[in-house]
């Protein structure tokens, strides 16, 4: 019988992979604490309306990459190809006090072309923040995102940012664009050319060289803010310079989804260098919320790749865990494995990280196993320890014979490998 495969374009992660994710959303986590963010929990699927009116149904997410099904009940629901859309929409029907700072961790579903970096489904580590205009805001979130780089060791990372404006510079914006569009239409990528009027924005994101060619000669967006949108992202690049987190101006950055007004920014690892080295991205979207039904609040976040994140790293050429895993205590048991059972249960509540034998191996295939697992230290539970009430202490790490093992007393045993353990 022929065995199964993940699906194209997803992958599973397991051990030794799985603690660097362990690692990575502990420090993210961490930092959305010391931040002021909650956690929030939504859905992984939500009415299709919720993204096709957040994203814009215009958006390459909501026209080629979506996961759509039908339920039982003939409901149309979409998994979420992104986490704003649902937290806002969380944030439309509960009406938590503002500012509501939520940060997630979770799968996002995107039919995408399937390579180094890009896949069906991603893992997305992301913070929203509604309720607030402020600028500081703006600082606050987009320096959560450097010092989290920071702490995960990467050095190489540039902020890339522009303003939007909000709506009405951005139809002025847009107007002025198709105009010039329309004048070079015939320049355009084959994709383009085609479909370059119901979206101009999308046209500035396409990273083809005709369409960067013909973009680069157009209308600028930061020369479209009002004086009040002007003011605003000035004020966000100075609270960024402030902290020393320098921004470098990307006036085509528009990012893929509609609901974007005013700052927008994404993080790039130089270290990754291929088409995919966004490793996170995002901005304000100050009618989001109207677009689903709620009361008009201002709103900004970021989400970061939790696969490109480790790319990077990777490319860096860093390798610590961010977190420790390892086992303290290896238990091995030649009397059967009633003793493991219960010393590993001691041990554990102790606080000790325990692993052991089963199936009442031979001892060598028990010490082999105790090498395997990096344990620190093994202990021996033979018939004569357990006759006299004592345990044999053996450190996996010690070249010395001599010192390595010893006998201890089972009555003391957590206070000895405590003290053992801290040295
Ligand atoms: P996004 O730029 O589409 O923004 O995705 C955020 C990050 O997710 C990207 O920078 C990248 O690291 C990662 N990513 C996206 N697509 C893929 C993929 N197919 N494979 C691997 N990684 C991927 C958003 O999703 C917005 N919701 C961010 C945001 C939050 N804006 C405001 N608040």
Same mark, same amino acid.
């Given at each position: 019988?022929?065995?199964?495969?993940?699906?194209?374009?997803?992958?599973?992660?397991?051990?030794?992979?799985?603690?660097?994710?362990?690692?990575?959303?502990?420090?993210?986590?961490?930092?959305?604490?010391?931040?002021?963010?909650?956690?929030?929990?939504?859905?992984?699927?939500?009415?299709?309306?919720?993204?096709?009116?957040?994203?814009?149904?215009?958006?390459?997410?909501?026209?080629?990459?979506?996961?759509?099904?039908?339920?039982?009940?003939?409901?149309?629901?979409? +998994?979420?190809?992104?986490?704003?859309?649902?937290?806002?929409?969380?944030?439309?029907?509960?009406?938590?006090?503002?500012?509501?700072?939520?940060?997630?961790?979770?799968?996002?579903?995107?039919?995408?072309?399937?390579?180094?970096?890009?896949?069906?489904?991603?893992? =997305?580590?992301?913070?929203?923040?509604?309720?607030?205009?402020?600028?500081?805001?703006?600082?606050?979130?987009?320096?959560?995102?450097?010092?989290?780089?920071?702490?995960?060791?990467?050095?190489?990372?540039?902020?890339?940012?522009?303003?939007?404006?909000?709506?009405?510079?951005?139809?002025?914006?847009?107007?002025?664009?198709?105009?010039?569009?329309?004048?070079?239409?015939?320049? +355009?990528?084959?994709?383009?050319?085609?479909?370059?009027?119901?979206?101009?924005?999308?046209?500035?994101?396409?990273?083809?060289?005709?369409?960067?060619?013909?973009?680069?000669?157009?209308?600028? +967006?930061?020369?479209?803010?009002?004086?009040?949108?002007?003011?605003?992202?000035?004020?966000?690049?100075?609270?960024?310079?402030?902290?020393?987190?320098?921004?470098?101006?990307?006036?085509?950055?528009?990012?893929?989804?509609?609901?974007?007004?005013?700052?927008?920014?994404?993080?790039?690892?130089?270290?990754?260098?291929?088409?995919?080295?966004?490793?996170?991205?995002?901005?304000?979207?100050?009618?989001?919320?109207?677009?689903?039904?709620?009361?008009?609040?201002?709103?900004?976040?970021?989400?970061?790749?939790?696969?490109?994140?480790?790319?990077?790293?990777?490319?860096?050429?860093?390798?610590?865990?961010?977190?420790?895993?390892?086992?303290?205590?290896?238990?091995?048991?030649?009397?059967?494995?009633?003793?493991?059972?219960?010393?590993?249960? =001691?041990?554990?509540?102790?606080?000790?990280?325990?692993?052991?034998?089963?199936?009442?191996?031979?001892?060598?295939?028990?010490?082999?196993?105790?090498?395997?697992?990096?344990?620190?230290?093994?202990?021996?539970?033979?018939?004569?320890?357990?006759?006299?009430? =004592?345990?044999?202490?053996?450190?996996?790490?010690?070249?010395?014979?001599?010192?390595? =093992?010893?006998?201890?007393?089972?009555?003391? +045993?957590?206070?000895?490998?405590?003290?053992?353990?801290?040295?």
């Amino acid at each position: 019988m022929s065995t199964f495969q993940a699906p194209i374009g997803t992958h599973d992660v397991l051990a030794p992979q799985s603690a660097l994710w362990e690692g990575l959303v502990a420090t993210f986590a961490q930092y959305a604490y010391r931040y002021g963010f909650t956690l929030a929990v939504t859905p992984m699927f939500e009415e299709i309306g919720v993204f096709n009116r957040g994203i814009g149904e215009h958006s390459d997410v909501m026209t080629k990459e979506m996961y759509v099904f039908t339920d039982r009940g003939e409901r149309t629901y979409a +998994l979420r190809p992104e986490g704003t859309a649902s937290v806002v929409r969380a944030f439309v029907q509960h009406q938590p006090v503002t500012p509501y700072k939520a940060w997630y961790v979770t799968p996002a579903f995107r039919y995408e072309r399937p390579q180094a970096g890009r896949y069906r489904q991603h893992h =997305q580590l992301g913070v929203e923040a509604l309720g607030s205009d402020d600028p500081a805001m703006d600082v606050e979130v987009i320096a959560l995102a450097w010092r989290f780089y920071e702490a995960l060791g990467l050095t190489r990372v540039r902020l890339l940012i522009n303003s939007m404006g909000h709506a009405e510079c951005r139809a002025r914006y847009v107007e002025v664009l198709r105009g010039h569009l329309d004048e070079h239409r015939e320049q +355009l990528c084959d994709e383009h050319r085609a479909s370059w009027s119901t979206n101009p924005l999308r046209v500035l994101d396409c990273k083809r060289d005709a369409c960067v060619a013909v973009t680069n000669d157009g209308p600028s +967006l930061p020369d479209f803010l009002c004086a009040d949108c002007a003011a605003h992202f000035a004020a966000v690049r100075a609270g960024l310079a402030s902290l020393g987190i320098s921004s470098t101006l990307q006036p085509r950055l528009v990012r893929g989804f509609d609901y974007y007004t005013r700052t927008t920014f994404e993080f790039v690892a130089d270290a990754l260098g291929s088409a995919q080295n966004a490793i996170g991205g995002g901005g304000r979207y100050d009618g989001l919320t109207e677009q689903l039904g709620g009361k008009p609040t201002s709103g900004i976040g970021f989400g970061s790749g939790i696969e490109r994140l480790l790319l990077a790293r990777e490319a860096e050429g860093l390798t610590s865990n961010l977190i420790n895993r390892s086992i303290d205590v290896f238990i091995v048991d030649t009397t059967g494995g009633a003793e493991a059972t219960a010393l590993a249960d =001691q041990l554990r509540r102790a606080g000790f990280a325990v692993e052991r034998a089963y199936d009442a191996r031979s001892m060598k295939s028990q010490m082999k196993a105790a090498d395997r697992s990096g344990a620190r230290v093994a202990l021996l539970v033979g018939p004569q320890e357990l006759e006299a009430g =004592q345990i044999t202490m053996r450190d996996l790490r010690s070249d010395d014979f001599e010192t390595a =093992q010893r006998r201890v007393e089972r009555a003391g +045993l957590v206070a000895t490998l405590r003290e053992h353990l801290s040295k």
